[in-house]
């Protein structure tokens, strides 16, 4: 069961292991929300089907924002045929436009460099922006992922 939020809005500190029910069900709670997390549905169902195991879903989706901007996340790259994942999760310029417009956000692999200090998305976005606080993220494993 995931957790309630800070008050800051955000997941309290760690990583928080989800079902896609329990994600859709926390956090599809407006019809923005739920366009949001169909393009995110579709890249996941494309990452389990070139071997994905996990994904970790952050940005303001997972926050309380009233009107989330879009969704972020990274994926584990181990075991992945990356010939099987759609081009686009695997174009990062130009701001990730490609990602955004045919997903509605962006995912990253966990591994990659995400900063100017080194740190791997993984935990970079453990990290909030704002106030250079600790805040969780949701996982997400993506064997049997289903509705």
Not at 46 to 68: E, F, K, Q, W
């Amino acid at each position: 069961m995931l957790p309630r939020f800070d008050s800051s809005g955000n997941l309290p500190p760690g990583i928080h292991w989800a079902e896609w029910p329990e994600i859709e069900e926390r956090f599809a709670t407006t019809p923005h929300r739920q366009r949001l997390l169909r393009g995110c549905w579709r890249a996941l169902q494309n990452l389990r089907d070139a071997g994905c195991s996990v994904i970790y879903l952050d940005g303001s989706i997972v926050t309380s924002r009233l009107r989330p901007q879009d969704f972020d996340g990274c994926w584990e790259v181990g075991g992945v045929q990356l010939d099987r994942v759609d081009p686009v999760l695997r174009t990062f310029s130009d701001g990730r436009a490609l990602q955004k417009a045919k997903y509605f956000g962006e995912l990253f692999p966990s591994g990659a460099r995400a900063d100017e200090v080194g740190r791997p998305f993984l935990a970079f976005f453990q990290i909030d922006k704002s106030t250079g606080d600790a805040k969780g993220i949701v996982a997400l494993r993506l064997e049997g992922l289903t509705r």
